[in-house]
């Protein structure tokens, strides 16, 4: 399959008055032509930052790529200035934010907002780019496109606007589409909606997609692959059944088990105790090592290599060593 | 749309009204009056001046003539210049002072937002640390204060500007400046941290993320957004600087409005004191109701209309 992207050990560090946070400490991800692949953890474990690095959307100062790159079709993002990222966003890559209800300038009509990237980019008359418009409008759902181009977003549901903000993303053939929990601030039944669309979006154009959340439901629904992260490093990474129903990594359990499930009735969730490290100063070891119900004394010490379970699969855990296996066994 | 005006007509009549009365009762609460002065005149000649004047009639009768004065906006004759009508003096002084006035807020708007805007761009950089600066001096000197001091060194010592008087745009430069220091250091702060605020929302990370040019972000985007709250003190720095011009005006002997209402206040010219105070306030509110209307062109999201009205 055709490697869209490729993010190699990247770390980004927001340097503030009360010392450097490490957002994102070496972050490998790569992302195939036409696949979702799903980022999920807990807040502040890097997830919206490596997707915002992606596009050099982190504000700077403070933020910075410390080091790493992100190469998307061949070209290393982090080496291009930024005039060169500008004809990249919104053409190549888009990105779509968390909440509908901010992310549309409440000034502007939808029909300015929807094809003022477009005429950017692409060098065609007004009526076209409102064609575009409309047609993006009737892509996502929106009835009557003509007359709502002319409205403000307050106009608009919540629901509605999110729809509005991905035929926004969409205008222009992105090859890329990143959405950055785009249905954390709506409620389940326009969620199901908005999925179903990104599922229908894809079909019809074939983007890649990656989704950012925090929401198991949703991975377990549109994702091909799953990237766990915790304390800025991906800790694991695998296809959804690998990460559903073989989850390797003590976290990963964890999470799973905290969400609760139709089919085991009566169940307690199991939440996972304690917070995530400090990243003003994270651990030299596992950076899960105090939440970690299965922890060793060289988990404390040093990072675990990665161990690969499967072409497709990959853990970074003590507990899935080889030496660890052997150690278990021998002390049964 | 059509109704929300109208009920803002019937508003500023109103008001324009509570301020007529209030002026023409505290006018007659002043000791004294425009026809006693300091030689004693004919008893017989006094008393034909105020029969002239109306000023024998009882204080309701002229309240009344007073009322349909404003009506027909004529205001009759000055007392203490008998060649004049009030009507003349205003018409003869207002270009002036408008002069002023729009040269003024246009000064102090432009270079206020531009301050402004750069200042947010370069947040805690030395160019916001220079414009801060500016602005806290601009806001703390007082304009009397600011206009001596522009005499003093650019008119007297530099000899670059003339000192006073109103004949060409080289005269306009001192008042202008003197008067338009402060407000536009108002709107450089407010311009500068309602931007900031608004360089950290959603839309215009969505907007980055379109690919826009910077300044597409930050003109079309943000700036229309940050200016929210500069359009709506504007209708108070009106109010400032409509009364800055009087002091403005004596201070560089500019024949203004200014001068005449100064002037007829201490002479007692009650038919210029009315009539200059109605022409401000009726000028002040309708400067308001324009401010209101530009605040609901710039964000769609304040309808003007109430509500069940349309």
Known sequence: ?332 | MAKYILKRFALMVVTVLIIATLTFFLMNLLPGSPLNEERSTNEAVQQNLEAHFNLDEPLIVQYVLYLKSIATFDFGPSIKQPTETVNSLLSRGFPISAELGIWTILTAVISGIALGVFAALKHNGLIDYIAMTVAVLGISVPNFVLATLLIQELAVNLDIFPAATWSSPAHMVLPILALATGPMAIIARLTRSSMLETLTQDYIKTARAKGLSPVKVIIKHALRNALMPVVTILGTLMAGILTGTFVIEKIFAIPGMGKYFVESINQRDYPVIMGTTVFYSVFLVFMLFLVDIAYGLLDPRIKLHDEGGG
């Open chain 1, 1 to 332: 399959m055709d490697k869209i992207l490729d993010i190699k050990d990247l770390h980004i560090s927001f340097v503030t008055y009360g010392g450097e946070v490490q957002a994102v400490r070496g972050v490998n991800l790569e992302l195939y032509r036409g696949e979702t692949l799903a980022i999920v953890g807990e807040s502040g474990c890097g997830k919206s930052v490596t997707a915002n690095s992606i596009m050099k959307l982190i504000p700077s100062p403070p933020g910075k790529i410390k080091q790493g790159s992100i190469h998307f079709k061949g070209k290393d993002m982090t080496k291009l200035s930024n005039k060169e990222v500008r004809k990249i966003r919104g053409v190549d890559i888009s990105m779509i934010f968390q909440d509908p209800m901010t992310a549309l300038n409440p000034t502007l009509t939808i029909g300015d907002q929807l094809t003022e990237g477009i005429k950017q980019h692409r060098k065609i008359s007004a009526k076209q780019a409102n064609h575009h418009a409309i047609d993006m409008l009737n892509l996502v759902g929106i009835p009557n496109p003509d007359e709502r181009m002319k409205q403000y977003p307050h106009q608009f549901s919540g629901g509605m606007r999110q729809r509005i903000v991905i035929a926004m993303a969409l205008i222009c053939e992105p090859e890329l589409l990143i959405a950055d929990e785009p249905t954390t601030a709506l409620d389940v039944t326009i969620q199901a909606q908005i999925l179903q669309l990104f599922q229908k979006i894809q079909r019809e154009t074939g983007v890649s997609i990656i989704l950012i959340t925090h929401d198991l439901g949703i991975v377990a629904k549109v994702a091909n692959r799953i990237a766990v992260m915790y304390a800025g490093k991906v800790i694991e990474t695998g296809t959804r059944q690998e990460i559903f129903y073989h989850p390797n990594h003590p976290y990963t359990q964890g999470l799973l088990n905290s969400v609760p499930r139709l089919d085991q009735k009566g169940e307690k969730l199991i939440p996972i105790d304690g917070t995530p490290p400090d990243l003003f100063a994270p651990p030299d070891g596992c950076p899960f090592t105090a939440r970690c119900p299965n922890a060793m004394e060289v988990c404390s010490r040093i990072y675990p290599f990665q161990t690969e379970l499967s072409q497709t699969h990959a853990v970074d855990c003590w507990l899935q060593d080889e030496r660890a296996k052997k150690y278990i066994a021998s002390s049964l």
